[in-house]
């Protein structure tokens, strides 16, 4: 099992940059894929970026290519998502999830993932 808990969310001009943390208790961690989403007001959940449990492979939103970098710590159970040059559409709350297996070609898909954590809240400013 793997309970993920996010941090690192706030308030930043449009332009800025806010680095998300996600610690994952568990065991399993190592072995599990990582998957970062979002969800604005009024709006569905989105798919933002995924991790491979090596870290080897990588995946992104089309919206957040180039500007958002998803990498992980296994050593210390931990996912981060580097968001730079963060925009007003990128506000939402940011939500960690993690999946006990490959991802394989549904790494976007919300319903592949095992557990989730409460989310934290990315507001930019414009």
């Known amino acids: 099992q793997v309970q993920p808990v996010e941090s690192g969310g706030g308030l930043v001009e449009a332009g800025g940059s806010l680095r998300l943390s996600c610690a994952a208790s568990?065991?399993?961690?190592?072995?599990?894929?990582m998957g970062w989403f979002r969800q604005a007001p009024g709006k569905e959940r989105e798919f933002v970026a995924a991790i491979s449990w090596t870290g080897g492979s990588t995946y992104y939103a089309d919206s957040v290519k180039g500007r958002f970098t998803i990498s992980r710590d296994n050593a210390k159970n931990t996912v981060y998502l580097q968001m730079n040059n963060l925009k007003p559409e990128d506000t939402a709350v940011y939500y960690c999830a993690a999946r006990l297996g490959p991802l394989g070609s549904r790494y976007y898909d919300s319903y592949m993932y095992d557990y989730w954590g409460q989310g934290t809240q990315v507001t930019v400013s414009s």
């Open positions: 568990g065991r399993t961690f190592s072995s599990a894929a």
